[in-house]
């Protein structure tokens, strides 16, 4: 019996490392595995030469002065005028050679004396019209010589004297910092404030995000149906009404901001006004509970305040900081900031102000239709459902026929309207009636898996092709790359800082949650206190991958020392190419010692 399990076992060893063994023979195949290559002569002078000047990154320079030595030349030989050195300086450099003329093909010896010691430099054959062809490298000695054995050129046969050239640089005064250095330097601070800003705003979506993508925390949130139906409707209503007002809005105001005095007067005017109606809905007295009407009109004048403050906000600071840019001179940059910052406001207060608009009308209705599952009979409220459901589900699918109607273009109704909007109606149709009327669905999983899917589906997305994409939408340069970097963030930061989440320790949450409080509350007093430091580690490393990133999307354009990287490898100027890896080197290497002190002391 042991023998049969001994033999099973040795049986089952060898048949897995036979199979290692084909899996391995398999990948070499496949990968084209050939280590004779390496020994290929040519190769090995190319990888030589290549790895020699990565070892000489063009960091300094100096100021050269150039010597020539040349010597007479005759290619063919010609008896008649051809002249040859007769005599040699003592003190001064001079070239000669084992013959003054001869064939194509033919090798000759070149001799320099009293040459600059312990230099370098290339032998030129030098044509009758000045063209240069390099024959060979030099190197002299302690005493100023060299010897080298060149091969003639093949060149078309005059009868004048053509020369062969030594050519000395050396070096004068002391070392200045190269071309390539000072470029290098630009852009690798380039780099790091494109990894800066794609991290700062991949990390503000990537909080919130990470909450919803975090498994512990939506698995409790359930609502019934009727909740659910009225809370999606509320929602795209919301979402349609909110961009309507926006938009008009943003026309009232108009030619009020393209002043600039208009637009700060209109601004503290809306505040002024905005903070009024707070104080006059919002009493600190205890008074009587203001009526329906007053607190609807109070609704709508905050409301309708509190878009006018954000709208002359955005213009305001788009009008001064544009007005600021040449009067700073220098520090223009800062003007240009202001300018930035309210054409984000701008650019973002319609989406910002139907995202609210619905959020409110989204929350109103999903509390009406909590009441309604709770204090109507079940036939009733199965009724309900079947209506709303089935609306809900036509309206959602009808906006997913708008979306494939976007980017496919295929403008047929059929396809992208009515057959979406009958599809969602029978499928909000068949929920409604196999869910029970008054049961409770996992609402929050459904958000979890939708968020996790999206998550996973931008990060399989490689940055380089987010960069690409960013190009095309706001042209060659770093702002480019930090927009795909930022993206590429929030996918990654989201996953990671979602995984703390789940692991938190549950016992504080419960806590928190036996006092009575909201999820909101749960989060920030249960969950944030425990996920602060491991989200400040995650950070500081997600900075300096993107630091590592940044560099591989300058090669299609996203700025930063990528691009001059991409640049001198194309050109074949490894010592430049030395240069920026070093930089990069240097920088991750200088963010890592930093990122741990940070860690050490606050971690």
Not at 435 to 456: C, E, H, V
Not at 535 to 543: A, G, K, P
Request: glycine content about 8%; aromatic content about 10%; proline content about 5%.
């Amino acid at each position: 019996m042991n023998n049969n399990k001994s033999f099973k076992k040795s049986l089952g060893t060898g048949l897995a490392i036979a199979l290692t063994l084909f899996v391995f023979a398999y990948a070499f195949q496949v990968t084209d595995v050939d280590f004779g290559t390496t020994r290929d002569e040519v190769r090995q002078t190319s990888i030589t030469r290549v790895l020699r000047a990565l070892a000489h990154p063009d960091i300094f320079e100096y100021e050269t002065k150039e010597l020539n030595v040349e010597i007479p030349f005759y290619l063919p030989c010609s008896e008649s005028e051809m002249t040859t050195p007769d005599a040699f300086p003592a003190d001064e450099p001079f070239l000669k050679a084992s013959a003054y003329c001869g064939e194509a093909s033919d090798a000759i010896t070149i001799e320099g004396f009293n040459m600059p010691t312990y230099t370098t430099g290339p032998v030129f054959f030098i044509t009758s019209s000045g063209v240069k062809k390099q024959l060979d490298n030099f190197q002299t000695d302690a005493d100023g010589y060299f010897i080298s054995e060149i091969e003639l050129p093949n060149r078309q046969p005059v009868a004048e004297a053509q020369a062969i050239r030594a050519t000395v640089r050396t070096n004068v005064g002391a070392p200045k910092w190269s071309d390539n250095a000072i470029a290098t330097w630009d852009k690798i601070i380039e780099t790091i404030f494109i990894a800066l800003l794609a991290t700062f705003i991949g990390t503000l979506i990537a909080i919130p995000t990470s909450f919803v993508a975090a498994r512990n925390l939506m698995v409790e949130n359930r609502s019934p149906l009727t909740s659910i139906a009225f809370s999606i409707i509320g929602w795209i209503i919301g979402v349609w009404t909110g961009l309507q007002a926006a938009q008009r809005l943003v026309a009232l105001f108009a030619p009020v901001n393209e002043n600039l005095l208009l637009g700060l007067g209109g601004l503290i005017l809306s505040i002024g006004l905005l903070y009024g109606i707070l104080r006059w809905s919002m009493p600190t007295e205890d008074i009587e509970k203001p009526s329906l009407g007053i607190r609807i009109l109070s609704s709508l004048g905050i409301a309708l305040f509190g878009i006018a403050t954000l709208i002359f906000f955005g213009a305001s600071f788009r009008t001064l900081g544009a007005t600021l840019i040449e009067p700073l001179g220098i520090f223009g940059f800062l003007g240009n900031f202001i300018f930035q910052i309210g054409e984000i406001i701008v650019m973002l207060t319609p989406g910002l102000i139907a995202v609210v608009v619905g959020a409110i009308l989204g929350n109103i209705l999903s509390k009406l239709g909590q009441r309604t599952s709770d204090n109507m009979p079940a036939g009733q409220v199965r009724l309900i459902n079947i209506i709303l459901a089935s609306l809900a589900g036509a309206v959602l699918f009808v906006l997913l026929g708008s979306v494939v109607e976007w980017f496919y273009q295929l403008s047929n109704p059929i396809k992208t309207l009515y057959w979406p909007a009958g599809v969602g109606a029978a499928l909000g149709l068949v929920l409604a009636l196999l869910s029970p009327a008054k049961n409770a669905l996992p609402t929050g999983m459904i958000f979890y898996s939708i968020t996790r899917t999206i998550l996973n589906g931008t990060r399989s997305v490689e940055p380089l092709v987010m960069a690409i994409v960013a190009v095309i939408w706001v042209g060659i340069g770093p702002f480019a790359g930090s927009l795909a970097l930022a993206l590429h963030t929030v996918a990654a930061l989201a996953k990671l800082y979602s995984e703390q989440v789940e692991s938190i320790s549950a016992g504080p949450i419960e806590a928190v949650q036996a006092t009575g409080a909201n999820q909101l509350q749960t989060i920030i007093y249960a969950v944030v206190p425990q996920i602060i430091p491991p989200y400040i580690s995650f950070t500081m490393y997600r900075w300096d991958i993107n630091v590592r990133m940044s560099t591989i999307i300058g090669f299609v354009g996203g700025g930063g020392i990528g691009f001059l990287l991409s640049q001198n490898i194309n050109l074949l100027d490894y010592r430049a190419a030395s240069a920026q890896m070093l930089a990069i080197a240097v920088v991750v290497a200088s963010m890592d010692y930093i990122s741990s002190v940070i860690r050490e002391k606050y971690v």
